[in-house]
T-cell receptor
Framework: EAGVTQFPSHSVIEKGQTVTLRCDPI?????LYWYRRVMGKEIKFLLH????????ESGMPNNRFLAERTGGTYSTLKVQPAELEDSGVYFC??????????FGQGTRLTVV | GQNIDQPTEMTATEGAIVQINCTYQ??????LFWYQQHAGEAPTFLSY????GLEEKGRFSSFLSRSKGYSYLLLKELQMKDSASYLC???????????FGKGTMLLVSP
């Protein structure tokens, strides 16, 4: 069974540009989560999808961040326009029902 | 909200036993998770406690006391490959989000 996969693994963009991160959850996992770790800080929750619906997006920092999960399969997280403070590692996780979450390797985003 | 504390770093010797503590203060609680994360890799699930007591899984055990807001992860017969960051995370009552501590970097030396 394939794990959670994220693309790209690294992204370096200039301030003001747009970046789109992609997450492919484990097949059959209805729950998909986005988390972010800013350097030196703890991993923080961004939002939670159940299938294609946003269950909880209380962790989204501001309206420059847009997450979608059309069709309830893969998800994208777009940052537009990117700011310096958006740099960090973005993790995606998925789970079946209420079980443990399985994480992807993350996308390291650097905004310069 | 949630507040989770764990030591920043710990060192131990190969073959030894190490205990990593985690304390939490939460407005709601529905389980505590331990994850292991090697540098540049995905956090991987180690254990889950929702009731008080000890859960044992091979060389790893995890303990929970809900009344004290306290958990620990016990690693026995340490191996060099156990050098990693260990993340304590609490799940809220909505079964939704995990709130993570900053992680404990464990260094196992020969």
């Amino acid at each position: 069974e394939a794990g959670v996969t994220q693309f790209p693994s690294h992204s370096v963009i200039e301030k003001g540009q747009t970046v789109t991160l992609r997450c492919d959850p484990i097949s059959g996992h209805d729950n998909l989560y986005w988390y972010r770790r800013v350097m030196g800080k703890e991993i923080k929750f961004l939002l939670h999808f159940v299938k294609e619906s946003k269950q909880d997006e209380s962790g989204m920092p501001n309206n420059r961040f847009l997450a979608e999960r059309t069709g309830g399969t893969y998800s994208t997280l777009k940052v537009q326009p990117a700011e310096l403070e958006d740099s960090g590692v973005y993790f995606c996780a998925s789970s079946r029902d209420r079980g443990e979450a399985f994480f992807g390797q993350g996308t390291r985003l650097t905004v310069v | 909200g949630q507040n989770i504390d764990q030591p920043t770093e710990m060192t131990a010797t190969e073959g030894a036993i190490v205990q990593i503590n985690c304390t939490y203060q939460t407005s709601g609680f529905n389980g505590l998770f331990w994850y292991q994360q090697h540098a540049g890799e995905a956090p991987t699930f180690l254990s889950y406690n929702v009731l008080d007591g000890l859960e044992e899984k091979g060389r790893f055990s995890s303990f929970l006391s809900r009344s004290k807001g306290y958990s620990y992860l016990l690693l026995k017969e340490l191996q060099m490959k156990d050098s990693a960051s260990y993340l304590c995370a609490v799940r809220d009552m909505g079964y939704s989000t995990l709130t993570f501590g900053k992680g404990t970097m464990l260094l196992v030396s020969p």
